[in-house]
């Protein structure tokens, strides 16, 4: 065994999103969000499960904070429902949601947890899909007023801020192959979208460094395609079709945010899906502010190929590439059925160091679902979680190598706190490191959570 110790300055807490553990979606003034009406459309989540109630956290958010502040968490990202602070995306801001909000933060203080505020996780107000959605420029002028009335309020509070969480999912997952909600399947609308996220970031950060507390940080959480080589692709088909999705999954944000262009490839390559004329002269420089650091979201890497042409061509993610196929790469897995591969998050953080040497990073969001089993003793209810915990230490081990290797590494936030509805695997799947008893809402920590406590604690990692 060896022990690896994490600097003092390294920060380890956990992460949530609004849809996925507030409940509440009719209190407090809250209007309806795309979530809300994709989750009660038929067909569209696993056994017709939606957020209405999700974990409660809206009701129960002191006593969350109470298990967070049990486990020492150092900090905790959560996301603000838009449809909480503007029932309609657009006016002035709902009091009562501004209100839940400084509670929430004044109980993270309060606690000695550092809160890291997400603007957006995907719950756009429906009101403003109603009148186009992404695809609009509109959406992005809105949310930058949006931004701005949130870090009024909460400015002098809330000192870490990100604007977008996973904006390729919002994207491509919502509108290009309907996946997500609000369910479109329209490979230009999901170019458009993407370019208007990118809008609304370049938009909002000057508003949040207008309003916020001079020392706070800005940031962008983005998940990105680490792929593998396929032993059976031919090296220089597998190079093309890696590029392919580097453009599209990762250089879409990336290159505009932190090099303040569209690369021409990508253009090239969606040429045949759009014209891009929803991108205007100034738009670019517009998105390209100065970040304080990346948020980088991990999960596994995929293998990809080129699939033989056949029949139509198929509307779904990777505008402009029907032909990518995505393959499954060797196990284990986890019940997400994705495969485990810690060394590729050690990758993906060097390179991005190398690309973006300027540029921190922290990992906002890692994790895996298992499927967990509660057993009883003696009126003590357990969850041995091995493999969550095994998964844990790997990935924390890679994220420790990266640092020795001279990443600028600011943090860790495990996901998921709470297990909570996992967007259209419904409540399917569970993340959290502590258990939610969806019925009786009884929370447990799972011995993955008292693994992260004893992390924190001693700032040791003991590895094979």
Same mark, same amino acid.
């Given at each position: 065994m060896a022990t690896l110790r994490f600097p003092s300055s390294f920060v380890i807490g956990s992460a949530t999103a609004s849809?996925?553990?507030?409940?509440?979606?009719?209190?407090?003034?809250?209007g309806p969000s795309i979530w809300d009406t994709f989750s009660h459309t038929p067909g569209r989540v696993e056994n017709g499960d939606t957020g209405d109630?999700?974990?409660?956290?809206?009701?129960?958010?002191?006593?969350?904070?109470?298990?967070?502040?049990?486990?020492?968490?150092?900090?905790?990202?959560?996301?603000?429902?838009? !449809?909480?602070?503007?029932?309609?995306?657009?006016?002035?801001?709902?009091? /009562?949601?501004?209100?839940?909000?400084?509670?929430?933060?004044?109980?993270?203080?309060?606690?000695?947890?550092?809160?890291?505020? /997400?603007?957006?996780?995907?719950?756009?107000?429906?009101?403003?899909?109603?009148?186009?959605?992404?695809?609009?420029?509109? /959406?992005?002028?809105?949310?930058?007023?949006?931004?701005?009335?949130?870090?009024?309020?909460?400015?002098?509070?809330?000192?870490?801020?990100?604007?977008?969480?996973e904006?390729?999912?919002?994207?491509?997952?919502?509108?290009?192959?309907?996946?997500?909600?609000?369910?479109?399947?329209?490979?230009?609308?999901?170019?458009?979208?993407?370019?208007?996220?990118?809008?609304?970031?370049?938009?909002?950060? !000057?508003?949040?460094?207008?309003?916020?507390?001079?020392?706070?940080?800005?940031?962008? /959480?983005?998940?990105?395609?680490?792929?593998?080589?396929?032993?059976?692709?031919?090296?220089?088909?597998?190079?093309?079709?890696?590029?392919?999705?580097?453009?599209?999954?990762?250089?879409?944000?990336?290159?505009?945010?932190?090099?303040?262009?569209?690369?021409?490839?990508?253009?090239?390559?969606?040429?045949?899906?759009?014209?891009?004329s929803?991108?205007?002269?100034?738009?670019?420089?517009?998105?390209?502010?100065?970040?304080d650091f990346l948020g980088v979201n991990y999960y596994s890497t995929s293998g990809v190929r080129f699939a033989a042409a056949s029949g139509p061509e198929r509307v779904g993610a990777w505008p402009g590439d029907p032909a990518l196929e995505f393959v499954r790469l060797p196990g284990p897995y986890t019940d997400m059925g994705w495969n485990i591969d810690p060394g590729a998050l050690e990758e993906l953080l060097v390179?991005?160091?190398?690309?973006? !040497?300027?540029? !921190?990073?922290?990992?906002?969001?890692?994790?895996a679902a298992f499927p967990d089993v509660v057993e009883r003793a003696d009126g003590v209810a357990r969850v041995e979680d091995s493999d969550r915990v095994d998964y844990l230490r790997a990935h924390f081990a890679a994220a420790h190598r990266a640092i020795e290797r001279g990443v600028d590494l600011r943090g860790y936030l495990v996901w998921s706190f709470l297990d909570n509805f996992e967007w259209s695997f419904g409540f399917s799947k569970r993340f959290g490191i502590v258990r939610v008893d969806y019925d009786s809402q009884e929370r447990i920590v799972k011995d993955s959570g008292r693994f992260v406590q004893r992390l924190i604690e001693t700032r040791t990692l003991d590895v094979d």
């Open positions: 849809y996925q553990i507030e409940g509440g979606v009719h209190e407090g003034g809250r109630v999700a974990d409660d956290h809206y009701h129960r958010w002191q006593d969350d904070l109470d298990l967070m502040s049990e486990l020492g968490l150092q900090a905790y990202r959560f996301s603000i429902a838009w !449809p909480r602070i503007q029932p309609t995306g657009a006016g002035a801001p709902n009091q /009562t949601g501004l209100d839940f909000y400084r509670g929430l933060v004044d109980g993270l203080l309060a606690r000695g947890i550092a809160p890291v505020a /997400t603007l957006y996780h995907w719950d756009l107000p429906q009101a403003l899909e109603d009148a186009g959605g992404w695809p609009e420029r509109d /959406t992005a002028l809105r949310f930058a007023e949006y931004a701005a009335h949130v870090v009024e309020a909460l400015g002098d509070r809330v000192h870490t801020w990100t604007t977008f969480n904006p390729w999912c919002a994207a491509f997952l919502g509108y290009g192959n309907g996946m997500h909600a609000p369910g479109r399947a329209d490979g230009a609308a999901a170019l458009a979208a993407a370019h208007h996220m990118n809008l609304a970031h370049g938009l909002a950060v !000057p508003e949040i460094r207008r309003l916020a507390d001079p020392s706070a940080q800005v940031s962008i /959480t983005l998940n990105l395609h680490p792929t593998r080589e396929l032993p059976s692709t031919p090296a220089d088909e597998s190079a093309e079709a890696r590029r392919r999705v580097s453009a599209v999954g990762d250089r879409i944000f990336l290159s505009p945010l932190l090099r303040g262009h569209y690369d021409a490839d990508l253009l090239d390559d969606t040429s045949g899906v759009t014209d891009w929803f991108l205007h002269a100034g738009d670019e420089q517009l998105i390209h502010q100065p970040i390179s991005l160091h190398d690309q973006y !040497p300027d540029v !921190p990073l922290m990992i906002t969001e890692n994790g």
